[in-house]
């Protein structure tokens, strides 16, 4: 099973508002990304966790706050968005350490308004 | 340090006729690299991925990637299009010198002529 689980599949949000997307795996993978992706774009990427712990935050704005509750959910916290934070948002996974595949989830696409 | 270039933004094909998508790359060291589609709306999904096994890759759906070190190429190829196959492609290649920076190409684009 090679699944990323990601939620909600669609949100609209007003930019004083505060939302979460949502993201879990099954596949025993300790490591999980959160990207960004505009329109036409590659993904960005904007942060890391290892073992649950952040390792890598790409100078995200903090209106965008991650949390690994434990190994398998991934939650990205958004707060006073702006209309230019609005894009698909992907969440993906690997083994921990080097070579490995990274699976992707569907994605959430946030419009921002 | 990696990186990968995708030299079309854009390819059109016939249904039935053969896909070559073109990604070159550069390394410092043994890469691993990977071929990723992206059908509208949906996220990336894993075609195939070269780790310095076999050079001749293939992956799901029919698509195979061959690894050539002296050309620094890692091209897709498909024999024959299938109107299915329209999606975004993107080539990867994982940065060595940290284990989580999974460096994309920018895309290339296929259309499949009916």
């Known amino acids: 099973d090679t699944e990323v689980t990601q939620t909600p599949k669609h949100l609209v949000m007003g930019m004083t508002n505060k939302k979460s997307l949502k993201c879990e795996q099954h596949?025993?993978?300790?490591?999980m990304y959160w990207y960004k992706q505009k329109a036409k774009k590659p993904p960005e990427l904007m942060f890391v966790y290892s073992y649950e712990k952040l390792s890598i935050n790409e100078s995200v704005p903090s209106r965008f706050s991650p949390e690994c509750p434990n190994s398998s959910l991934l939650n990205l916290h958004l707060h006073a968005l702006q209309p230019e934070d609005s894009a698909l948002y992907l969440c993906?996974?690997?083994?921990?350490?080097?070579?490995?595949?990274?699976?992707f989830g569907e994605g959430s696409w946030l419009t921002v308004v | 340090a990696q990186s990968v270039t995708q030299l079309d933004s854009h390819v059109s094909v016939s249904e039935g006729t053969p896909v070559l998508l073109r990604c070159n790359y550069s390394?410092?060291?043994?890469?691993?690299l990977f071929w990723y589609v992206q059908h509208p709306n949906k996220g990336l999904q894993l075609l195939l991925k070269y780790t310095s096994a076999a050079t001749l890759v293939k992956g799901i759906n029919g698509f195979e990637a061959e690894f050539k070190k002296s050309e620094t190429s890692f091209h897709l190829t498909k024999p024959s299009a299938h109107m299915s196959d329209a999606a975004e492609y993107f080539c990867?290649?994982?940065?060595?010198?940290?284990?989580?920076?999974?460096?994309f190409g920018t895309g290339t684009r296929l259309k499949v002529l009916a």
């Open positions: 390394s410092s060291y043994s890469p691993s």
């Open positions: 990867v290649v994982i940065n060595t010198s940290g284990t989580y920076k999974y460096i």
């Open positions: 596949m025993g993978h300790r490591a």
């Open positions: 993906a996974s690997s083994q921990e350490g080097q070579g490995y595949t990274i699976y």
